[in-house]
């Protein structure tokens, strides 16, 4: 263990040291030397391919992208924990075992992976941006990070979250800020540092974790894939969380990508591994195939989510939308309204959980001497710690919200065809990225924790030259809706000029993963 006496700021400095003298060991003298080809590649069964048709070795793919990945942190402050000695160890005896069996490992062989600094990786920190985490390292992997190496990935490094990971940004005192790549403005969070990568093919495959929209709000900001399984479906174990013992609301695992169709083979390669007999919390639940194929083929019924009557999307995040609906619609898909009733009760109910035990575990974690970011420093000054019978109290109006969100799910049907809804359609968030510490609501993500409902977020085009001009005669409903109109009138000449990138978020019930990411097939295919 490091010597960590004075202050933290000693601490901090420690850590970046050992990060610079990481990232100075392996970089590549000359990129004449590496193909770099292979980062322009987004789906990952397409590299699979090469990898195993012997095209490119393992330790081929892994050095362009250990190149890109330090380009892209010196783009963004993306980076934490560097692990490239050891991915380029495992890529060696990944091209050992293809030179002796002739075959690859696993469908994942060779494939370059990156993490949210939450996953244990044996001999590396895993710090949630806390200093006190600091010079502690694992000693296991995560029981995702064995799976994927068991099928043959390879982790290449670890990604910036906020402090605590309770925000929707990118920022701590010990790693600092992560910037969009193109601009000074947040690229989301909590994964923010993993989709800032993502985007930049500094890798090909990223996970993150989910609690409240951390996930899906970078994926949409940064133009990428990105899944929130419900709680259950992939393994938790190994992946530390603030507010860590607290199931009222549980964080889910999921993968982030440049394809959907990389989204789906990793979700039903780790499903047909059985993660319920490595980790006590997942269901057994197989892989599905036979929904999937169904949904891909089926007349869809969508409900249609457009505001959720707290806070009005952004002129371009209304129009990208709509003009998927009117696809959709074209394509012989039943478009139905979908109303926010139940939302502003199920948030109510969440934020409460939020601050149920005062900040005690936040401030735990805080003893490294570091300060407050500022969001972290308010949520623990919210409120007191309530009594286990009022907890309980908590919990049982969580519940009667679930039974009542499920019946307003069964009873919604397409007045035309009375078929139940599939999927909800709507906005991820009331914006694309915006300028650092600007991001207040997100209550279009975080409802569907509540739920434990499965989530999708699939970019869906940009912010154009005609989204300036259109017109905002949205009186505001209350303070968030106001702030969110002034961003947008302050912003939207720059967010023009950047052509930010913006999503859709596909919703489904709770373990219905397949269904989603069928669906979301069928919508990414009219896209593009």
């Known amino acids: 263990m490091a010597e960590t006496r004075g202050g933290w ?45 012997g095209q490119w070795s393992s330790e081929v793919v892994t050095r362009a992208y250990i190149d890109k990945c330090i380009t892209a942190h010196n783009q963004t402050n993306c980076l934490t924990e560097i692990l490239f000695q050891d991915a380029l160890a495992q890529a060696r005896e990944l091209d050992e075992y293809y030179r002796k069996h002739g075959s690859v490992i696993g469908p994942l062989h060779g494939i370059p992976v990156t993490l949210k600094d939450q996953f244990n990786t044996k001999g590396h920190d895993t710090t949630l941006g806390y200093v006190s985490r600091t010079f502690k390292p694992a000693i296991e992997d995560a029981v995702l990070v064995d799976m994927l190496k068991k099928l043959g990935a390879i982790v290449l490094a670890k990604t910036n979250l906020p402090q605590s990971i309770m925000w ?10 992560t910037t969009h790549p193109f601009c000074m403005y947040t690229p989301g969070g909590s994964t923010g540092g993993e989709a800032a990568l993502l985007s930049l093919h500094g890798s090909v495959l990223g996970w993150g974790t989910d609690i409240g929209g ?16 419900s709680s259950a479906r992939l393994p938790y174990h190994g992946v530390p969380v603030t507010t860590e013992g607290q199931e009222h609301v549980p964080s889910s695992v999921g993968p982030m990508a440049r394809s959907l169709s990389s989204l789906t083979l990793v979700m039903k390669e780790l499903i047909q591994m059985n993660p319920w007999e490595r980790d006590a919390r997942c269901a057994p639940i197989p892989w ?11 007349p869809l019924t969508i409900g249609l989510l457009t505001d959720d009557g707290v806070v009005r999307p952004h002129p371009p995040i209304s129009r990208t939308l709509l003009s998927l609906v009117e696809k959709l619609r074209i394509a012989g898909h039943d478009i139905v309204e979908w109303n926010a009733e139940l939302h502003a009760e199920c948030i109510q109910v969440m934020d409460k959980f939020y601050t149920a035990d005062g ?6 974690d805080m003893t490294g001497g ?4 500022p969001h972290v420093q308010t949520l623990v000054n919210k409120g007191r710690a309530i009594s286990v019978y009022d907890y309980w109290q908590l919990n049982k109006s969580k519940l009667v919200l679930q039974q009542a969100y499920l019946k307003k799910w069964n009873e919604l049907k397409s007045p035309e065809t009375n078929e139940p809804v599939d ?3 709507m906005p991820p968030m009331p914006h694309t990225a915006v300028p650092h510490r600007s991001c207040r609501w997100v209550g279009y993500t975080k409802i569907w924790n509540v739920l434990d409902y499965t989530a999708l977020v699939v970019p869906a085009g940009k912010i154009t030259s005609v989204d300036k001009d259109a017109p905002w005669d949205h009186a505001p409903r209350n303070e968030l809706d106001e702030w969110n109109a002034a961003l947008w009138a302050k912003e939207k000449e720059k967010m023009v000029e950047l052509g930010l ?14 269904k989603v990411l069928a669906i979301g097939a069928v919508i990414d295919e009219l896209l593009r």
């Open 423 to 425: 999927i909800v359609l």
């Open 501 to 514: 990138p913006v999503g859709v978020q596909i919703i489904g019930r709770k373990l219905e993963e397949e």
């Open 288 to 298: 599905r195939g036979d929904v999937f194929e169904k949904f891909r083929s089926k």
């Open 168 to 177: 929707c940004e990118t920022e701590n005192p010990l790693w600092g800020l």
């Open 214 to 229: 951390s996930i899906r709000i970078p994926s949409a900001m940064m133009g990428i894939y990105g899944m929130k399984p």
């Open 359 to 364: 900040g005690e575990d936040i401030r735990r």
């Open 9 to 53: 700021e000693n601490t901090v400095r420690l850590k970046r040291e050992a990060q610079a003298q990481a990232l100075s060991s392996v970089r590549n003298k000359s990129s004449r030397d590496l193909n770099l080809s292979v980062v322009d590649i987004d789906d990952i069964s397409t590299l699979a391919r090469r990898i195993a048709s």
């Open 370 to 373: 570091e300060p407050y970011i």
